[in-house]
């Protein structure tokens, strides 16, 4: 018998997460059964849509969202032998018994680390590829701006824009992270904290914006909106800066703006291109091996730092992509 150490939300978040509303307990894990086999935690993903996503998603007591690679260390399942590593959406949990059928097996070339299969290889990989290939069709010489460009997203939207032959703007939290935007072939990059957006886009986008990979929302993307050229296209990927709000954030209707100017904005899902992930791991992991896309790992190590590396999504403590390394 194994025991599951697993995170609940004891609580439904009200504003900023607080360690209180996510507790850590325990389970025993019944022997696995003929066609069933045993996984144990590799790494695990942590991400800024949980947080809105609980909201609607998970009861209180319910098993935090989130997805893992996990690493099967005892099976009854021919098809799943001890070693074979998956990918899972179960949860910030350290154990569970599949049968296979929820889970996806990792083959990724071993010249890529196999925490990748969370990052470019995984959903922000996927989300970064179809939000802005698919909304935003890019065209040679066109003007990309990027917030919370430093993230997992962004960062990638950044680098694809920049292989699609667009002038990329990143915006992120500090003077650290412009630095790296800059290291990554970003044109321009401000610290949106410091610098007047509006004058930062008349200076760095003379001629208007033609693309926005918006992750921000809010009086950012207002701002933004100001700037868009005749048939700019918006994909909106998320909107973090409104995810620990208890009131609602009021901005100025923009409506005649999108009409006039034909402005095309639309909100996606990775999961709705399930049937071409392959086509996405081909291209993004090429990418990857010609060293054209990077993507940083944040890392924190041990299970039982799952909640610090949640809370620090919102604290703007992370550079590229944050993960949970388990360890017993």
């Not at 909106?236 to 904005?265: F, L, R, W």
């Amino acid at each position: 018998m194994v025991k599951c150490r697993k995170f609940v939300l004891a609580k439904h978040f009200d504003g900023v997460p607080k360690d209180s509303d996510i507790q850590l307990i325990e389970e025993d894990l019944p022997d696995i059964k003929n066609g069933e086999f045993l996984c144990e935690a590799v790494y695990l993903s942590v991400d800024p849509y949980m947080r809105p996503y609980s909201k609607y998603q998970l009861k209180e007591g319910d098993v935090m969202i989130g997805e893992q690679i996990a690493k099967v260390i005892e099976s009854r399942n021919e098809d799943f032998p001890v070693g074979t590593n998956v990918a899972i959406y179960c949860g910030w949990r350290s154990h569970f018994i599949s049968k296979g059928g929820d889970v996806q097996k990792l083959n990724i070339p071993q010249n890529i680390p196999l925490e990748q299969g969370l990052g470019v290889l995984g959903m922000v990989g996927r989300t970064a590829y179809f939000g802005f290939l698919d909304i935003c069709e890019p065209k040679e010489g066109e003007t990309l701006v990027v917030n919370a460009a430093a993230g997992a997203v962004g960062s990638m939207v950044g680098q694809i824009g920049k292989i699609k032959g667009c002038h990329v703007i990143g915006y992120a939290g500090s003077d650290e992270k412009v630095k790296y935007l800059k290291a990554l072939g970003f044109d321009d990059a401000f610290n949106y904290k410091t610098v007047n957006l509006d004058e930062s886009l008349k200076k760095s986008a003379p001629n208007g914006v033609d693309i926005y990979f918006d992750n921000v929302g809010g009086h950012f993307t207002v701002t933004v909106r100001k700037h868009l050229n005749k048939y700019a296209r918006i994909s909106h990927c998320g909107a973090i800066s409104t995810y620990n709000s208890t009131e609602p954030i009021m901005v100025p209707c923009q409506d005649t703006v999108m009409v006039g100017k034909e402005i095309k904005a639309q909100g996606f899902i990775q999961s709705t291109y399930k049937a071409r992930f392959p086509e996405c791991i081909k291209q993004m992991g090429e990418w990857l091996l010609q060293g054209k896309i990077k993507l940083d790992m944040h890392m924190y190590d041990g299970f039982e730092n799952m909640k610090n590396a949640f809370f620090g999504l919102f604290t703007g403590g992370n550079i590229g992509k944050s993960l949970v390394k388990y360890e017993k």
